[in-house]
């Protein structure tokens, strides 16, 4: 029994310890929109509904010209750089924290998944792509935490998901 314990515990120290190390790199984010500033985005539109079939808006959009370069708010790992459906071209990034960083309407995409990048790296270019099609070209820019903050859920639409969904504006500020 004691055996197993000591075997046991080695991979739970490990894990432990990926996650603590996760929470000490430094995050010091940039704005993800090249040139842009707090006056091209809304920064009340975080949670702001209704919002499409998606309810209430779990991000900002940062507006822009397109082929305004779009670069990565904090440094990580690519872990999906694709086409779906809403988001149109799309760029996910793991950064520090276990915070999740979704870059979204994308016209261009010039990184790939599993690719390691610093903040500032060029993901792609502005566009309108996914549902934001017709629309004038912004970033749709949202931030999901891995490890949840319970204490932010509240009573409003969807609002237990505020436990995950960071407010981009408080983020960049
Ligand atoms: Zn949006």
């Known amino acids: 029994m004691k055996e ?3 075997i046991a515990r080695f991979p739970l120290i490990g894990l432990s310890t990926i996650i603590v190390l996760g929470f000490l790199i430094p995050e010091e984010p940039v704005i993800p929109a090249r040139g842009a500033s707090f006056s091209d985005w809304n920064s009340q539109s975080f949670w ?3 919002w499409g ?3 209430v808006h779990k991000g900002i959009d940062i507006f822009g010209t397109e082929k305004t370069p779009i670069v990565a708010a904090t440094r990580g790992i ?3 750089a694709g086409k779906i459906e809403k988001g149109g071209k799309v760029v996910v990034v ?3 924290k276990w915070r999740v960083h979704y870059y ?3 016209e261009t995409k010039g990184v790939s998944t599993t690719d390691l990048i610093p903040a500032g790296e060029v993901l792609g270019s502005m566009g309108n792509t996914g549902n934001a099609a017709g629309k004038q070209p912004h970033l749709h820019y949202a931030i999901l935490s891995l490890v949840p903050y319970p204490w932010r859920a509240t009573g409003e639409t969807q609002g237990w998901k505020r436990m995950f969904y960071l407010d981009p504006d408080e983020f960049l500020r």
């Open 4 to 6: 197993l314990y000591k």
């Open 104 to 106: 979204a309407h994308l």
């Open 53 to 55: 079939t998606s309810g």
């Open 48 to 50: 702001y509904e209704p």
């Open 94 to 96: 793991l950064g520090p």
């Open 78 to 80: 690519v872990i999906y």
